[in-house]
């Protein structure tokens, strides 16, 4: 079974920089797309960005296109999302996932979910 773990959340300043890994696990990983997925207080979680371990398949949503990048490290198995020029409400939980189908995923509904990673932007 495939297994997420996230780190690198935290506190940031408006303006500033952070960047998420997902330590990814599992014999059959490579079947698998990977997304970060973020959960802001009131709100539904929302799809922030997606990738293929190929590197063919990259999606950001356009409320981060331009500010946030999603890469992998296929050797270390990780995937990363650097964000940067943070903006108040990019404050959320933001969750790796990973699923079989770029359909699921996508609808929000992946087969895997990691623990979460709180960030938090402060002005």
């Known amino acids: 079974q495939v297994q997420l773990v996230e780190s690198g959340g935290g506190l940031a300043q408006a303006g500033g920089s952070l960047r998420l890994s997902c330590a990814a696990s599992g014999r059959t990983l490579s079947r698998y797309l990977m997304a970060w997925f973020r959960q802001a207080p009131g709100k539904d979680r929302e799809i922030v960005a997606a990738i293929s371990w190929s590197g063919e398949r990259i999606h950001h949503a356009d409320t981060v296109k331009g500010r946030f990048t999603i890469s992998k490290d296929n050797p270390k198995r990780t995937v990363y999302l650097q964000m940067s020029d943070l903006k108040l409400e990019d404050t959320a939980v933001y969750y790796c996932?990973?699923?079989?189908?770029?359909?699921?995923?996508?609808?929000?509904?992946?087969?895997?979910w990691g623990q979460g990673t709180q960030v938090t932007v402060s002005s």
């Open positions: 996932a990973a699923d079989l189908s770029a359909h699921t995923l996508v609808a929000g509904r992946p087969a895997v």
